[in-house]
């Protein structure tokens, strides 16, 4: 038998550009036009492992995102690497999501997809950093899942065994198809892209599926789906006030051990300072 292997990704913001991301203050979104997006930096290591098992036991790698049309240019950089087939879940409705509304999105997109052995996914995402999205999507899949995966073996097809990352050291599991993990990048090292690789990928699948493709309920989706609401949006001033002293230089000195003083910073006479007690 073969494994069936599905590999969920998210286009984030290129690091390069962050400097021109921004939120609109009305919609709480982040503003995308004119970014550029790469594929989640932890998710090629998801790819990564997803390949390696179809290498040893044979199979099919579908990668699956929700994210806007553009989004058909990171699954084809996946489809460069190795995977079989993209998916790309797409839909005005999906708009505005949190992580639950992403997760269910994401799993009912799975079960279009059918049976599955294994669905890989990154621990966390290069922007929101939450780590609760593949939790929450095996939940929904109602499958064994794992976090923080910094180590893998398949030594049967469908019998995995993997050490997760914890805060004082690491857990050891072993773990039976069908179910999720969430992988670190300790996990492996992403491949490179090779010329053939590119040339493959133009003619491997892409679907794009809709709110229509799915069997979904409209108050999951989206932001009437999603219970975090983001509060206000605002751009703290960052501006310092500054003032000029006039004077001799033993006069300005004067003045700013003065106002320093006045901050409630005691200022000895061989020049070392404490603050609140502390020096």
């Known amino acids: 038998m073969a494994l069936n292997i599905v590999v969920c ?23 995308r036009e004119g970014i550029p997006t790469i594929i989640n930096p932890v998710d090629k290591n998801a790819i990564e492992a997803a ?16 994210a806007p049309p553009n989004a058909t240019e990171n699954l084809r950089e996946a489809l460069a690497m190795g995977a079989d087939e ?7 409705a999906f708009g505005g999501a949190d992580t639950l509304a992403t997760s269910y999105t994401l799993a009912k997109g799975i079960e279009k997809l059918g049976s599955f052995d294994i669905v890989f996914c990154g621990a966390e ?31 049967e097809e469908k019998q995995l065994r993997v050490k997760t990352k914890i805060e004082n050291g690491a857990m050891e599991w072993e773990i039976k198809a069908p179910c999720l993990l969430a992988v670190a990048r300790e ?29 979904v309920e409209d108050s999951r989706l989206g932001l009437e789906g999603s219970p975090t609401k983001a509060g206000g949006v605002f751009t703290p001033d960052l501006k310092r006030k500054g003032e000029m002293l006039k004077g001799d230089p033993e006069q300005i000195v004067e003045e ?21 007690g502390g020096k």
């Open 86 to 92: 993209g998916i790309l879940l797409s839909d005005r």
């Open 9 to 31: 990704i998210k286009p984030v913001p290129d690091p390069a550009y962050y400097d021109k991301v921004s939120i609109d203050p009305v919609t709480k979104r982040i503003t």
């Open 187 to 215: 996990v492996n090292k992403p491949r490179f892209i090779s010329a053939m690789g590119i040339i493959k990928a133009k003619n491997k699948p892409i679907s794009t599926w809709s709110k229509a493709d799915l069997i």
């Open 51 to 66: 390949l390696q098992l179809k290498s040893a036991y044979g199979g099919k790698v579908t990668v699956i995102t929700m």
């Open 125 to 155: 995402s290069a922007d929101g950093a939450t780590a609760q999205v593949s939790s929450q999507l095996g939940e929904w899949l109602g499958v064994p899942h794992l976090w923080n995966v910094f180590a893998l073996e398949a030594p």
């Open 256 to 276: 700013i051990l003065q106002r320093l003083r006045a901050g409630g910073i005691s200022i000895d006479l061989d020049g070392s300072c404490e603050w609140g």
